[in-house]
């Protein structure tokens, strides 16, 4: 063992040095340099930092740097997470989306462009006029729908969510508000009357059949009972064998 090297190391190392650090890891960490000013010290760690890959080999397992303009990534070649002012697309950082797609700057990725979509109209509304649908002959009718899908920054906007046209329809007498409530107030009280009459009808008859009972039920206690009838033939039996 040279001199310099040490086989009692911290923090994973299976070699090291005081100048260097870690010269060489415990199996299946990773080794990587880290620059510290002028001086590059060797660690050892379980998963590669932001801005590494990791990669294994027989003798040694090690980090390696990802590209230029890529934070992190799985491979050299492919890249997970873009930085700054650059958008990921198939494992690449773009500094502009291909056609067909655009930039999203929540995610910082290209995505493809979404277009609006609104649902079937609905049917046309009754023929109105301020609210109203009696006292003219032209109103209007409307007929609505809705947004399903909102489009993306460069999508198709969204179409027009209601409609109106002019419609024409037989002129009819709007009833007065003042009469109409009166002749509600009439029939609710008409209905309140029947409703009442036929109640103390009903507790009338209710009584009637009561007193019927009890009336029937007193003559049944006050009446005497009838004496059974002797029977003739047994009486005049005796006077028979006489003679």
Known sequence: ????????????CATCS???????CKPRLFFVLERIGMKQIGVCLSSCPSGYYGTRYPDINKCAKCKADC????????CTKCKSGFYLYS???LEKCPDGLEANNHTMECTSIVHCE???WSP???CTKKGKTCGF???????????????SAKGNPCPATSESRKCIVQRKRCQKEGKGKKNREEKRKKSNKDESKETRQESKGRAARRQNREQRENNSKTQPKKRKAPNKEQDLAPADTAH
């Open 1 to 12: 063992v040279h001199p310099n090297v040490s086989q009692g190391c911290q923090g994973g």
């Open 18 to 24: 005081d100048y260097n650090g870690c010269l060489s």
């Open 71 to 78: 934070d992190t990534c799985f491979t050299k070649n492919f």
């Open 91 to 93: 494992g690449k950082c």
């Open 118 to 120: 609104a649902s079937e």
């Open 124 to 126: 046309w509304s009754p």
């Open 137 to 151: 002959k032209r109103g209007n009718e409307v007929r609505v729908r809705e947004i399903v899908q909102h489009p």
